[in-house]
């Protein structure tokens, strides 16, 4: 549990990140200049099919924030509702990145719930770089499986990680 110092503001930037995309890296540079600490919060989603624990995503995600040079963020693996680990991290906004018009539905609503939720927890959207906004997790996991070429979507190292885990657990037949 933390304590924000007086007058800091926190923000939650939260997200399964499996993998860490250069979407991610874009919202997470540009979320630590609108906070004046950043908590990236690594968790799972069980309607989703993890290609990394989350213990080697909360890693992964260290690795590329200091590779981004970003200083005043930092990384917690949660598994707990949002807003409940947001409360605990003393955040006073939710940074959550939209790419197309289906994220703003769905993150609108999430917005409300959440408001519901804590009204004290503000929720901030960031759209994503133009060029980066077709780029998402699960399909770089899915071109990875089939034998593709992921290198323009993630940083060279989690290429690396993403491409070991294909060889590990093997790739899709492309037939």
Do not use: W
């Not at 007058?7 to 200049?33: C, N, Q």
């Not at 018009?101 to 960031?126: C, H, K, P, R, W």
């Amino acid at each position: 549990m933390s304590e924000a110092a007086q007058g800091e503001r926190v923000g939650v930037y939260p997200g399964t990140f499996d993998p860490m995309t250069l979407g991610h890296a874009d919202i997470i540079r540009r979320g630590a200049k609108l906070v004046d600490r950043l908590i990236i919060g690594v968790t799972t989603n069980p309607s989703k099919n993890p290609m990394f624990t989350p213990e080697e995503r909360t890693a992964m995600v260290e690795r590329e924030i200091e590779r981004l040079g970003v200083d005043n963020a930092e990384v917690v693996g949660f598994n707990a509702l949002l807003m409940a680990f947001a409360a605990q991290q003393d955040a006073s906004v939710i940074i959550r990145g939209l790419r197309r018009v289906g994220d703003f539905e769905y993150e609108y609503q999430m917005a409300g719930m959440n408001q519901y939720l804590d009204n004290s927890i503000d929720t901030v959207f960031l759209m994503a770089d133009v060029a980066l906004q077709p780029i998402a997790s699960n399909l770089v996991k899915e071109i990875a499986l089939f034998g593709g070429d992921i290198s323009r979507f993630v940083s060279p190292e989690v290429c690396e990680d993403v491409l070991e885990r294909v060889e590990r657990i093997g790739r899709k037949d492309t037939t």
